[in-house]
């Protein structure tokens, strides 16, 4: 292992689309539904095109920020350069939780959807194995990891594509307004965490930019693209799915209420096609790619999250060790792996997904201002790609994810409290340690 040694330069701009579009395709095949539950057929709709008009706007914000500081630590590099020390830190963390949290609660989808393939191998421990074998594949190199993560991205689209082609005969506008709005407007701010669940994790794009081969121009490619794809996705699977049956019958596993699903596109399938096991068999093993697409990008995204933190001393320094045989910052994965199996063991899927979101948007509001204040701070700073609108879009993004914070903390008060008292924490340490540092080095 080194501490000095660079990561290692071998990703393409194809393979930052299929880095970028594997983070998030996962949302695509479960989890956004049950913002359904909250919202009924508008208030997911609004929800979830107020989402998108924010992750676009962001897409190109963050794309400067990629592009001029091209290093793997993502928003944390940005933050810090931008507004210091401890508002670097508290970017840091709040990256880490979001990229950390998210790959437990698609193991779970992971370990249901092979579970429903072969029953007598119980989730947990698909989760678990999942859990080791990408973290390996993360280690043994990231070109091998782009290249594989790129394969699922493509068999998944693959497999959306073969979902649009089998709804579309039995799609019927007239369902879209069955129970549209049934908790009036305000389930459109409750379903916000579940259209953030369509895009969440783009961003990662970013932090495999130090291992572009041009970052300074591969980095906005990646970003667009990618978006561009995702956003065609998204609005497919939402009108098509909900088109067929209604949305509750995408939600409950009975189609009318009681317990809910993570296999929403399989029931809308089940709706259209009636128990076809051999064709529900094969967009099962279709589904799982587009998880283990996402899974498997995040652990390499939350790799490189840890890494840069490690490497600049703000968590343990042994994070920042790369690895001398593979080029790789396999410490630093392995120790993510561990903190994810923890949170396997909670078996609190939402609580996982709600957590992660609460990282994500926190670290886009340090994000966006992070780019005000290089814009001011640092106007001469060599920026390749630059914000279309600006400053529009990014005071767009603002505005939207303050307001889904703030909707969040409403709706999921617990999971606030438990989300902030991390970050707390996580700085009160990170001072303590700091101090002690310092005085270590004045004498």
């Known amino acids: 292992m080194s501490q000095n040694e660079g990561l290692k330069k071998t990703l393409t701009p194809f393979m930052l689309w299929g880095l970028g579009v594997g983070y998030v395709i996962s949302g695509m095949y479960f989890g956004w539904n049950l ?15 107020i989402i998108m008009l924010m992750y676009v706007t962001f897409s190109f914000s963050y794309a400067e920020l990629a592009c001029a500081i091209p290093k793997a630590g993502g928003a944390f590099d ?5 507004l210091g020390k401890d508002a670097g830190f508290i970017a840091g963390i709040a990256q880490s939780i979001e990229f950390i949290f998210a790959p437990p609660a698609i193991a779970f989808a992971i370990g249901a959807y092979f579970n429903s393939l072969f029953p007598q191998i119980p989730v947990l421990t698909i989760a678990m194995i999942s859990y080791v074998l990408f973290t390996a594949i993360n280690i043994y190199g990231v070109k091998e990891a782009a290249s594989f993560a790129t394969i699922v991205t493509i068999i998944a689209i693959i497999g959306l594509v073969l979902f649009y ?3 579309f005969p039995s799609f019927h506008s007239k369902n879209l307004s069955i129970k549209a709005l049934p908790s009036g407007w305000q389930g459109a701010f409750a379903a916000i965490p579940f259209a953030i669940w369509f895009f969440l994790g783009i961003e990662g794009v970013a932090n495999v930019a130090e291992e572009s081969l041009n970052p300074q121009k591969d980095i906005s490619k990646g970003f667009a693209l990618a978006m561009s794809t995702l956003i065609i996705l998204c609005v497919l699977v939402f009108i098509l799915s909900v088109g067929i049956a209604g949305w509750e019958a995408i939600v409950y596993k009975n189609g009318v209420s009681g317990e809910t699903s993570d ?3 399989t029931l809308a399938l089940t709706a259209s096609k009636g128990s076809n096991k051999l064709l529900l068999n094969i967009f099962i093993l279709v589904g799982l790619c587009g998880l283990i697409a996402s899974f498997h990008g995040l652990i390499l995204a939350a790799g490189r999250s840890t890494f840069e933190m490690g490497r600049t001393k703000h968590l343990p320094s042994f994070l920042g060790v790369v690895s001398k045989k593979f080029k790789t910052p396999a410490v630093a994965l392995l120790v993510n792996m561990l903190i994810g199996m923890v949170a396997l063991l909670t078996g609190e899927t939402a609580a996982i997904i709600t957590i ?9 509001i340090i994000s966006v201002i992070s780019l005000f204040m290089l814009r ?5 700073l060599h920026r390749p790609f630059k914000t279309p609108v600006y400053p529009v879009f990014p005071l ?10 703030v909707a969040m903390c409403i709706y999921n008060s617990a999971m606030a409290i438990t989300y902030f008292l991390i970050l707390i ?3 009160i340490l990170f001072k303590i340690f700091s101090f002690t540092n310092e005085q270590k080095a004045n004498t």
């Open 78 to 82: 940005y933050a810090q350069r931008a």
């Open 165 to 167: 082609v089998l709804s």
């Open 263 to 265: 296999s929403p596109l």
């Open 425 to 427: 924490i996580a700085f």
């Open 356 to 364: 992660s979101v609460f990282g994500a948007l926190t670290l886009y």
């Open 376 to 380: 001011s701070k640092q106007p001469d």
């Open 396 to 405: 767009i993004t603002l505005v939207i994810a303050g307001v889904s914070l």
């Open 35 to 49: 913002g359904l539950e909250k919202g009924g057929t508008l208030g997911m709709a609004v929800a979830t095109g």
